[in-house]
C-alpha cells in the first residue's frame, strides 16, 4: 500500500511530445485508470512509472520517495504486460518465482509463496506446465502472479483486457477487482475501453494526445464531464443547441429549461450535452391519427427518421426542425420511421460542458 | 500459425529430385562403406561378412590414438570456438549500436575456406611466422626455434586454432541471430521484476540460446571431426586424424585393405549420429514450450 | 563503466580474428620476409601475376571452379526449393524420417561418404569428369538449402500462392511471380551458402575429381603444403575476392532484377533490410 505522485511529466519522442505535463496522484490501496485511445501516451505513463522509460522532465514519487534515476528494479513498481511477456523456457511455477529469485529469497520461502500464490490464482494445478501449454486466461494470472509475488508497491496493469475475448474479460475484471480489493494495492490500469475502467476504478484519468483531460470518480467523468471530448469518449452524445433570452430562461431546441439548479451557471460559450438514454420520446394520439401532447410538459414535436434495433436497446434518429438527434430507449420501442413523437429531457440529465 | 497441410501425393513429388540424389550419392554411399566396412567387397573379391575388420581396427595403436586425437582435438576447437562465439554475441547484444562493420568483418572467416585458414594458422603460428616474429621484437624469444612448435604437432594445437578461427564466427553469427530475437521487451520483463545484468544473462540469454548453441556446437563438432583438409595440412604424423588416417588406409595399394578404411570411416560416423541422438534426446523437453508463451 | 568494458572486450576479440587476415594481404604482395622482420622487406606482385597470366593454369582453374560452383548453386537450388516446400508446407507419412535424411550429410563425414560412393562412380565413369565432382558437391550443401527453404515456406505458408491461383495465375506463373520472390531472401542465403561451400570444396573434388578436374583450391594445396607462403597467399587473397564478388554478385542481381519486377519483393526486403 503504498500512494503514487507524478509531478509535472514530460516526455518527447523524436522531438514530438507524447506525455505533456502530467501530474497525477494515486491514493494508498486505490485503484485508478488511466483511459485513452491507444497512443495517447497511457503505456508510456506506466513504463515511466516502472522506471522502463526515463521522463524527461518532472518527478515521480512513491510513497514519497522521489524515484528519479532509480533503476526500474529497485522501484518496486512492477507491469503485467499486455501480451504477458511470459518466460518460454520457464515453468508457470518458474515464471512466478523469477521476482523472488532475483531479491535471492531462500529457496525454502520461495517454494512456499508460489505454491500460495498459484493457489491465489487458482493455478494450483498449471505450476509445471509451460507457457506455450496454458490458455490465454491463464497467462495472463501467472503474468499478474509473477507481479504480485513480489508485493509491489504499485501495480501497473497494461491492458490487461484487451487479448480477451468477452467472457473471459468479464472474468478477468472480476478477478483483479477481488485481488484489488483484498490486498489493498495501488493499481493504475491503462485501458482504452471506457467500460473497463468505469467498473474496476474508484478514478479514472482520462487522456488524449499525451494530456491528462480530466480525472475523477467515474460518476463525475460521466455526468460531468469537462470537456466535448471527454463526453465522447463515455458514449455517444448529443449537442443541443440553446439561447439565453432577456427572460432568464434558457431556450434549447427540446424545451425551455429556468436557469437554476444544473444549469444556474451556465455561461453563454458553454455546451449543452445530452446523452441517447436521457431522452424521452412519447407519443398521444387524440383519436384522429394527429399526435397530441403528452402529460410530461416542456417537450418539443419531432419526427422519426430511422429506427435501429440493437436488442435490448432500440436507438432512434429524431429531427426536429433542422437538428437531428440520438435517443435510446430500452426494448423495442414502440415507435416507426416517419411518425411523429414528443421529445423531452430532464433538466438533471442536461450536461453543461465548458 | 498455419495449418500444415495433408496431401497424398503433392510432397513426395516435390521431395523426389532431392531424394534420388542423397539416396543415389549419400545413402548408397553410406550403405557401400558399411557393407564394405564388414567385409563384403564383391569387387575384389570379398563375400565374408565379418566384424574383424572392425576388431583389427579398433586393436591397432594407431587407429586408437587418431581417435582420441580426432575427438579432443574437435572437442577442444568446438567448445573454445563456442565460449568465444557466444560472448561475442552477448557483448554485441549488449551494446546500444549494433556495429554493422563490425558484424561483416566477422563474417569474413565464414567465407574464408579451410584450407586458407590452415595457411593463416601457419602464418601466424609457425616457428616463423608473425607471433614468433613479435616474440622476437618484444625480446620474449632469440630465436625461430625458441618458439613452440604449434604446427604439426603431436597435440594438434594448429588444428585446434585453425577450427577456433573458422567455427567462432559460425558460431557468433547463429547464436547472435538468436539472441537479436529474443524481444527487448522480455528483457523489459524480468528488469522490472528485479534482474540486474547478469540476471538477464543467466535466466533469459542464456537458456533461450543453449538449443541453438547446442546445434551449432554439434554440426560444428561433427564437422571438424570429420574433415579431411585441416589435420591433413596443420597435422602431426604420429598421431594422425581419422579422416586422415582412413584415407592413408583408402589410398593403401592393396585393395584388400579398403574395408579398414571403410571401418574407421564408419566410427567417424557412428560417432557424430551418437552426438545428433544425444541433441535430441537433451532437448526433447524444449520442444513444447518453443511453440509459443 | 560496465558497458565500456565490455565494448573493449568486443572490439579486441573481434580484431584477433579480423587482423589474422591482414596476412593474407601482406603474404601475397611480398617478395621478401626473412625472419625476425615485422615488416616485408620487398614488395611486389610476382605472386598474383603468376597466378593472372594469360592462359595460366591459375586462371583455367579458377573459371573450372566458378563453373562448378556456378552449376552446383542452380541445381541445389532447384532440388532444395521444392524439398523444403514439402517439408515445410505439409504433413505426410516419413516426414520425420526424411528429414533426417535430408540433413545428415550436415553430421555424417564427406569422407565416409566419397569413398563410399566413390567405386561407384568409378564404374559409372563419373570419376574424372566435371559431373561426377559436380554430384558430389551437391551433397554436402543439400542441409543449408533444405533449412533455409523449408523455415522460409513455415513463415510465409502458402496463402499468397493460393490467392494467386484464385485469381487466375497458373501454376507456373503463380511459381515464378509469387512464389519465388516471397522466398527471394532465402534464395541468396542460400545461394550464397551454397556457392561459398561447394567453391571452397577440396577433399571431394580432388578424390571425384581425380586430379582431372583441376579447381582453384586443388591448385593451392601443393603451395600451403610446401610453405611457400607468397603463392599461398596470393591465391588465397583472389580466392577471398572472387567469393566476394560472386556473394555481392549473387545478391545484387536477383534484388535489382526483383525490385524491378515485383511489387511483393520490394516489401519484403524493406521489412527484412535489417
Known amino acids: ?354 | 500459425m498455419f495449418q500444415l497441410k495433408k496431401s497424398s501425393i503433392k510432397p513426395y513429388i516435390y521431395l523426389l529430385p532431392v531424394m534420388s540424389i542423397l539416396i543415389f550419392v549419400f545413402t548408397l554411399g553410406l550403405g557401400i562403406s558399411i557393407l564394405q566396412s564388414l567385409g563384403y567387397h564383391p569387387g575384389i573379391g570379398l563375400y565374408e561378412v565379418t566384424l574383424d575388420y572392425y576388431r583389427e581396427v579398433f586393436q591397432s595403436a594407431g587407429f586408437f590414438s587418431g581417435l582420441i586425437f580426432s575427438l579432443r582435438v574437435s572437442m577442444i576447437s568446438t567448445v573454445i570456438a563456442a565460449v568465444i562465439g557466444v560472448s561475442l554475441a552477448y557483448l554485441l547484444v549488449m551494446q546500444k549500436k549494433d556495429y554493422r562493420g563490425l558484424q561483416a568483418l566477422l563474417k569474413l572467416p565464414i567465407i574464408v575456406p579451410h584450407l586458407v585458414a590452415a595457411f593463416l594458422i601457419f602464418t601466424l603460428f609457425s616457428q616463423s611466422g608473425m607471433i614468433a616474429r613479435l616474440g622476437v621484437l618484444l625480446g620474449i624469444i632469440e630465436e625461430s626455434r625458441d618458439f613452440p612448435a604449434l604446427i604439426f604437432d603431436s597435440q594438434g594445437i594448429g588444428i585446434i586454432l585453425a577450427y577456433v578461427w573458422k567455427g567462432t564466427p559460425f558460431i557468433f553469427l547463429i547464436v547472435y541471430q538468436v539472441l537479436r530475437s529474443i524481444e527487448q521487451d522480455m528483457v523489459e520483463a524480468a528488469r522490472n521484476l528485479g534482474a540486474r545484468g547478469s540476471d538477464v544473462f543467466f535466466w533469459i540469454f542464456l537458456p533461450l540460446s543453449l538449443p541453438s548453441v547446442f546445434s551449432t556446437f554439434i554440426i560444428l563438432f561433427a564437422f571438424s571431426f570429420g574433415s579431411y583438409e585441416i589435420p591433413f595440412l596443420l597435422g602431426p604424423t604420429t598421431p594422425r586424424a581419422l579422416p586422415v588416417l582412413a584415407y592413408i588406409e583408402y589410398t593403401n595399394p592393396d585393395w584388400t585393405n579398403r574395408p579398414y578404411a571403410m571401418a574407421m570411416n564408419m566410427v567417424l560416423a557412428g560417432i557424430s549420429v551418437m552426438l545428433v541422438w544425444l541433441y535430441h534426446w537433451v532437448f526433447k523437453r524444449y520442444q513444447h514450450h518453443r511453440k509459443g508463451r | 563503466m560496465e558497458r565500456s568494458l565490455s565494448r573493449i572486450l568486443l572490439i579486441i576479440l573481434s580484431l584477433s580474428l579480423i587482423l589474422p587476415l591482414l596476412m593474407i594481404l601482406m603474404w601475397s604482395v611480398t617478395v621478401s620476409w626473412p625472419f625476425p622482420e615485422i615488416f616485408p622487406r620487398e614488395l611486389g606482385l610476382r605472386g598474383l601475376r603468376t597466378i593472372f597470366q594469360p592462359g595460366s593454369r591459375a586462371l583455367d582453374s579458377l573459371i573450372t571452379s566458378i563453373r562448378i560452383s556456378v552449376f552446383v548453386t542452380i541445381l541445389t537450388l532447384a532440388i532444395t526449393i521444392p524439398g523444403g516446400k514439402a517439408l515445410g508446407l505439409y504433413e505426410f507419412p516419413g516426414k520425420g524420417f526424411i528429414k533426417i535424411i535430408v540433413l545428415a550429410p550436415l553430421i555424417v563425414s564427406p569422407v565416409a561418404i566419397g569413398m563410399g560412393i566413390h567405386g561407384t562412380f568409378i564404374r559409372l565413369g563419373l570419376t574424372n569428369t566435371e559431373l561426377g565432382v559436380i554430384l558430389i558437391h551437391i551433397v554436402p550443401v543439400i542441409p543449408y538449402g533444405i533449412r533455409i527453404f523449408t523455415n522460409i515456406f513455415e513463415l510465409v505458408g502458402d496463402q499468397l500462392e493460393e490467392q494467386g491461383k484464385v485469381l487466375g495465375a497458373g501454376s507456373f506463373q503463380t511459381f515464378m511471380h509469387i512464389t519465388l520472390p516471397t522466398i527471394m531472401p532465402g534464395i541468396i542465403s542460400a545461394g550464397s551458402m551454397i556457392f561459398i561451400i561447394s567453391f571452397s570444396q577440396y577433399f571431394l573434388t580432388f578424390l571425384i575429381g581425380g586430379g582431372s578436374v583441376q579447381t582453384f583450391p586443388l591448385l593451392m594445396v601443393p603451395y600451403i603444403q610446401s610453405g611457400d607462403r607468397m603463392m599461398a597467399a596470393s591465391y588465397s587473397l583472389v580466392f577471398i575476392v572472387v567469393a566476394l564478388l560472386a556473394l555481392l554478385g549473387i545478391e545484387k542481381m536477383l534484388r535489382l532484377y526483383y525490385s524491378k519486377n515485383s511489387g511483393i519483393a520490394g516489401v519484403f526486403y524493406t521489412k527484412n533490410s535489417d
Open chain 1, 1 to 354: 500500500m503504498k500512494e503514487v505522485l507524478l509531478q509535472n511529466i514530460n516526455k518527447f519522442y523524436d522531438g514530438e511530445e507524447t506525455i505533456k505535463n502530467l501530474t497525477l496522484k494515486v491514493e494508498k490501496g486505490e485503484m485508478i485508470s488511466l483511459l485513452g485511445p491507444s497512443g495517447c501516451g497511457k503505456t508510456t505513463t506506466l513504463k515511466i512509472i516502472a522506471g522502463l522509460v526515463e521522463a524527461d522532465q518532472g518527478k515521480i514519487f512513491i510513497d514519497g520517495k522521489s524515484m528519479d534515476h532509480l533503476p526500474t528494479q529497485k522501484r518496486g513498481a512492477v507491469i503485467v504486460f499486455q501480451d504477458h511477456r511470459l518466460f518460454p523456457h520457464m515453468t508457470v511455477g518458474a515464471n512466478i518465482e523469477f521476482g523472488l529469485r532475483m531479491k535471492r529469497v531462500p529457496k525454502s520461502i520461495r517454494r512456499k509463496k508460489v505454491q500460495e500464490m498459484l493457489q491465489f490464482v487458482g493455478l494450483e494445478k498449471q505450476g509445471g506446465k509451460f507457457p506455450g501449454q496454458i490458455s490465454g486466461g491463464q497467462k495472463q494470472r501467472v503474468a499478474i502472479a509473477r507481479g504480485l509475488i513480489v508485493d509491489p508497491a504499485v501495480l501497473l496493469l497494461d491492458e490487461p483486457f484487451s487479448n480477451l475475448d468477452q467472457r473471459l474479460k468479464e472474468e478477468m475484471r472480476s478477478f483483479i477487482v477481488d485481488i484489488q480489493r483484498k490486498l489493498k494495492i495501488t493499481t493504475i490500469l491503462v485501458t482504452h475501453d471506457k467500460e473497463d475502467a468505469l467498473i474496476t476504478s474508484s478514478k479514472i484519468g482520462v487522456m488524449f494526445d499525451g494530456e491528462l483531460k480530466q480525472y475523477g470518480t467515474p460518476e463525475e467523468l460521466y455526468e460531468a464531464p469537462n470537456s466535448l471530448a471527454v463526453a465522447r469518449f463515455f458514449g455517444e452524445i448529443n449537442e443541443i443547441p440553446y439561447k439565453t433570452i432577456d427572460d432568464g430562461k434558457i431556450h434549447t431546441a427540446i424545451g425551455i429549461y429556468e436557469k437554476d439548479g444544473r444549469l444556474a451557471e451556465l455561461e453563454e460559450t458553454d455546451k449543452l450535452l445530452l446523452r441517447p438514454e436521457a431522452i424521452f420520446l412519447s407519443k398521444e394520439d387524440d383519436g384522429s391519427g394527429n399526435t397530441i401532447r403528452s402529460e410530461i410538459g416542456n417537450s418539443v414535436l419531432g419526427k422519426v427518421n430511422h429506427r435501429t434495433f440493437a436488442g435490448e436497446k432500440t436507438y432512434y434518429e429524431v429531427d426536429i426542425d433542422s437538428l437531428r438527434i440520438r435517443g435510446s430507449v430500452i426494448g423495442k420501442g414502440a415507435f416507426q420511421t416517419g411518425e411523429s413523437v414528443f421529445v423531452h429531457a430532464a433538466k438533471e440529465s442536461l450536461i453543461v460542458c465548458k
